[in-house]
């Protein structure tokens, strides 16, 4: 079993830059690949990146390809989302999601969410 919870969201300018993290407890962290994921008013929820066990593999959505970057911290049982460049239509829920299945650039979210954190990008 993991808990996760985000912070970091916020009120943006279009162009600007935010840093979403995502803080886990429970056992076995560092066994799981971590993904981001966002959802939109009244629009299905999309997949915004993915970070290998070990860090040492990233995928992204793309729709935010080169201005977004996912990174981990298994010491501090942490994943990061550094959010560039930020434009309106990125405003949205975002959480973070562990235990699911990274093969081959694929990621299927796994069971594991948290409960969100909100950005709000305007133009």
């Known amino acids: 079993q993991v808990q996760l919870v985000e912070s970091g969201g916020g009120l943006v300018q279009a162009g600007g830059s935010l840093r979403l993290s995502c803080a886990a407890s429970?056992?076995?962290?560092?066994?799981?690949?971590m993904g981001w994921f966002r959802q939109a008013p009244g629009k299905e929820r999309e997949f915004v990146a993915v970070?290998?066990?070990?860090?040492?593999?990233?995928r992204y959505g793309d729709s935010v390809k080169g201005r977004f970057t996912i990174s981990r911290d298994n010491a501090k049982n942490s994943v990061h989302l550094q959010m560039n460049s930020l434009k309106p239509e990125d405003t949205a829920a975002y959480s973070c999601?562990?235990?699911?299945?990274?093969?081959?650039?694929?990621?299927?979210?796994?069971?594991?969410w948290g409960q969100g954190t909100q950005v709000t990008v305007s133009s």
């Open positions: 970070i290998s066990w070990n860090g040492l593999s990233t």
């Open positions: 999601n562990a235990g699911g299945r990274y093969v081959s650039d694929r990621y299927d979210a796994g069971p594991f």
């Open positions: 429970g056992r076995a962290f560092s066994n799981y690949a």
